[in-house]
């Protein structure tokens, strides 16, 4: 989730809790401590992660990969979790509706 050696630092700690906590209504949602980072789950199917840093991407496919770019989401690596913009992280619908197509494409 984040670069070989990298510590978890607590601004990942915190975007994690925050997620997650902004993620309550949908239900069956946790957190994982992986790889300096944390994955982010829905009833055991991970669906984001944050990275050692505490940027927070959702799991992206061709189904909504061009709506997450529209508003300047970019790629992890080369793993298939888009970024998260600032702007849909303070909109709660946008972002349970980010997360909702993200949990179905992790199903």
Do not use: C
């Not at 050692?52 to 496919?61: E, I, N, R």
């Amino acid at each position: 989730m984040g670069v070989k050696g990298d510590k978890l630092s607590q601004d990942a700690v915190s975007k994690a809790e925050s997620l997650a906590r902004k993620l309550d209504s949908i239900g069956g949602i946790s957190t994982k401590k992986m790889f300096g980072g944390y994955g982010i789950f829905h009833e055991g199917k991970m669906f984001g992660i944050v990275d050692s840093k505490g940027q927070a991407f959702l799991k992206a496919d061709d189904s909504n990969r061009a709506w997450f770019e529209e508003k300047g989401a970019h790629q992890h690596a080369r793993m298939p979790y888009l970024s998260i913009p600032a702007e849909v992280m303070s909109d709660h619908e946008m972002l349970t509706a980010w997360a909702e197509r993200s949990i179905a494409i992790s199903k």
